[in-house]
Nanobody
């Protein structure tokens, strides 16, 4: 019913930048929240940044001042601009979308397949 597709990952040197994109499509009535999570090998998935329909944002302490989340509501798209990347930012980055499929229905949570970000010289 709902598809979430990320793009923009890759290999970048320390100090470099990358921009991730995530598009949600399908039978969506409204999107409440869109967020980026990451999971490094051997670690739990963690929240990186999120943004709500009211434009409030939330960042992990480890990325504050380096990453910026933004949202294009008209196109159900969320971006993550990553700057001053560090080797410890290496992980698979996942997009999460919380949305309603009808006006009176519950919220559902959907995940993308993930995109690899590798920070290495």
């Amino acid at each position: 019913q709902v598809q979430v597709v990320e793009s923009g990952g890759g290999l970048v040197q320390p100090g470099g930048s990358l921009r991730l994109s995530c598009v949600a499509s399908g039978s969506i009535f409204s999107i409440y929240r869109m967020g980026w999570y990451r999971q490094a090998p051997g670690k739990q998935r963690e929240l990186v940044a999120s943004t709500t329909s009211g434009s409030s944002t939330n960042y992990a302490n480890s990325v504050k001042g380096r990453f910026t989340i933004s949202r294009d509501n008209a196109n159900n798209t969320v971006y993550l601009q990553m700057s001053s990347l560090k080797p410890e930012d290496t992980a698979v980055y996942y997009c999460n979308v919380e949305c309603k499929l009808r006006v009176s229905g519950p919220r559902y949570s959907y995940w993308g397949q993930g995109t690899q970000v590798t920070v290495s010289s």
